[in-house]
Each structure stands twice: as C-alpha cells, then as structure tokens.
C-alpha cells in the first residue's frame, strides 16, 4: 500500500467516524432543543425523533451527493424477487397486532421504527459508508467487518441516558443487538449488493422489536 492510499484511507475512516459521531450528536441536540416544547410522554418524544431522522436521512442523500458517491439503493434490474419480498415486508408492517390494538399512535411508531429508521440508517450505512469504504479496502469482506463494527458503536448514541445513569445492563444489550442486526444486515448487503434489500430486513425485524 501506497503512502497516498493509507492517507486516503486514514481519511475515510475519520471521515466514518467523524459521520457517526456527528450525526448522532446532531439527534441528541435537536431532540434536546425540541422535546421540552411537546407535550411529555415517549410517544411525543419518539415522534420527534421520527421527523428528526427525515431530516437527517435527508441530509444523508445530500451529502452523499455532494460527495459523489452512490447510495446503491435499488436493486438493477428491480425483479420479481424484490417486488414479493416488498409486499411480504408490508404485509408484516400492515398485519402487526399493535396495529389493531393501540390505535393510531400504534401505526405512527411501526412506521417510525420499521419504515423511518432503516431507511435512515441503511443510507448511512449500508449506502453511503459502505461504498466509501470499499474505496479504499481491498475485499469489500473488510468493508463488512468495519461497518458491522461502526453501527455497533453508533447504537451507544441512544443510550447516553443509559450511560449516565451507569446502566451498563441496558448498554450492553443494545450493543449486542447492535453488532446482531449489523451482522445479518452486512451479510445481505454483501449479497444483494444494494441497501434496498436491507431496508426490507431491518424494516421487518424491527417489526418484532416494537
């Protein structure tokens, strides 16, 4: 490896690092200045949270733009394959008991869980970080293994409460679900080649999580 190669790549770790760590900073903050103008409860939190991550996801396409570098979002050529998996994805959304249970507020939170942030977090990560990744790696297996382990590490953005009340039980279980979903999402994305594949995936098992 090249002198220039190990600085371009040196670059785009910082760069990762320096995205994960901003955009979460960026949620806390927003949330921070926004949640004590709603009215309490976790319900009016988590929808600010769901508007925020519009924006942010926003904000990912942007800047992916304006570094030029593609998301790989849909599948080419977008088959039948696809298409059945879409309709079996919205078939779990439609069909989640909550859904018939816990009125709209219900509704609102599976969309917020199983639509608004795998599609903000598959940008960011198995879209935008990826692929700078694989510019700089030689197997995009190592691509797989640093992003596995970034959005492990990303998960402890939501859990500051948790980190300052030293409740290391809640912090180590998010950790692990962390490195779970960033491992099966990494294998499909390693396959699929795209990160619509893995909004499906983490759509879907976020149904589960709700």
Request: contains cysteine; proline residues 3%; charged residues 15%.
């Amino acid at each position: 490896m090249t002198e220039n190669s190990k600085a371009k790549t040196a670059l785009t770790f910082a760069e990762a690092f320096i995205l994960i760590i901003g955009f979460q900073a960026v949620r806390l903050l927003m949330e921070k200045m926004i949640n004590p103008q709603v009215s309490d409860g976790s319900f009016s939190r988590r929808m600010v949270s769901a508007a925020i991550m519009v924006l942010l996801a926003a904000a990912v396409y942007a800047y992916a733009q304006l570094r030029k570098t593609p998301l790989s979002v849909f599948p080419r050529p977008f088959t039948k394959r696809y298409i059945v998996f879409t309709c079996i994805a919205a078939v779990l959304l439609i069909s989640a008991p909550s859904n018939f249970t816990g009125g709209y507020k219900a509704i609102l939170l599976a969309v917020y869980g199983s639509i608004i942030t795998p599609v903000y977090e598959e940008l960011l990560f198995r879209g935008y970080l990826w692929n700078r990744l694989n510019k700089v790696l030689s197997k995009e297996i190592y691509t797989f293994i640093w992003t596995v382990a970034l959005f492990t590490v990303w998960h402890l953005g939501y859990m500051t409460a948790n980190i300052a009340d030293g409740n290391l039980v809640a912090v180590a279980w998010k950790l692990a679900a962390g490195l779970g979903y960033g491992v099966v999402l990494g294998l499909v994305r390693l396959k699929a080649k795209n990160c619509y594949s893995t909004m499906l995936v983490h759509g879907a098992l976020n149904i589960f999580m709700i």
